[in-house]
């Protein structure tokens, strides 16, 4: 089956972008929900951060105490990367057990903020990068979540920049106003469907 990867930088609407393909549907894996999902599930990923993090890592009902993680990795960039170490690969399980059971679909899609980061577009056939101008993705992140400039400006950071988003995936498809989403995407979603029946 088809395995397309989507990715944005914050505040790119890459979620949006992905909510119109399942209206198409087209089935969407959300790794960012994948991943809380995994570390209150898979055992090989809790018994890593236990050990990485602590015992204070997981309330005695088994909750991930995030802001004990939180205060952990936040600060030091070394932990960050630890913590990324150990999620990935429980994410890409949690991906490939998600993706055997789907049958009907034409192709499927996997969204996720560090597709190129952590290595996961090279589980997938085709990747889809969406863009918008930095001072525009803010605009949105502050409205939708009410973080201030410079968290936003610092979670952005964290990931790679946009150019090198771009370089690195198949497609674009730009949400800056200046063009309609839709027909962008449909006009993806005819090629990967015509790439399936050749």
Not at 99 to 106: F, G, T, Y
Not at 155 to 172: I, N, P, S
């Amino acid at each position: 089956m088809l395995k397309v990867g989507i990715t944005g930088n914050i505040g790119s609407g890459k979620t949006t972008v992905s909510k119109v393909f399942e209206i198409l549907g087209v089935p969407v894996f959300y790794a960012d929900d994948a991943a809380k999902n995994v570390m209150v599930t898979d055992k090989i990923l809790i018994d890593g951060i236990i050990a990485a993090f602590g015992d204070m890592s997981y309330y005695e009902d088994g909750t991930l105490n995030r802001k004990h993680v939180a205060s952990i990795v936040f600060k030091d960039e070394s932990k960050l990367a630890k913590l990324n170490q150990l999620v990935h690969p429980a994410v890409f399980r949690a991906f490939d057990e998600w993706a055997a059971n789907i049958k009907d679909a034409p192709y499927i899609m996997k969204e996720a903020a560090l597709l190129f980061e952590s290595n996961s577009y090279k589980m997938c056939d085709n990747t889809i990068m969406v863009t918008a101008p930095l001072e525009l993705r803010i605009k949105r992140v502050m409205n939708r979540d009410g973080f201030n400039r410079e968290d936003i400006l610092s979670r952005d950071a964290r990931q790679f920049a946009e150019e090198k988003k771009m370089a690195l995936a198949d497609f674009v498809i730009r949400n800056d106003d200046t063009e309609l989403v839709i027909p962008q995407v449909l006009a993806l979603h005819s090629k990967f469907i015509g790439s399936i029946a050749h």
